[in-house]
């Protein structure tokens, strides 16, 4: 993918805090940066969402035997 430069402006404080953050997570700047962003725009979110959903179905007959009607609100 094609990156784009950004230029923004913030407090000395929230750079320092990014900055802070980023090296506690062995990533730069930019990179933390552009997790945030993703992670509020809900990509990450929507990922693990239809992660789960294809697990569930491909384990459907797994979890209906193990567990069974009961489970599913029919007694």
Known sequence: ????????RVDEDT???ARERA????????????ELVRQDAG????????????FMKQYESVFAEEFG???EGRR
């Not at 993918?1 to 923004?8: P, S």
């Not at 090296?23 to 552009?34: D, L």
Request: hydrophobic fraction near 45%.
């Open 1 to 8: 993918m094609a990156k784009t430069q950004l230029n923004v």
């Open 15 to 17: 750079a320092r805090a």
């Open 23 to 34: 090296t506690a997570r062995g990533m730069s700047v930019n990179r933390y940066i552009e």
């Open 43 to 54: 990509e990450v979110g929507h990922t693990f969402v239809e992660a789960a959903a294809d």
């Open 69 to 71: 009607a009961e489970r």
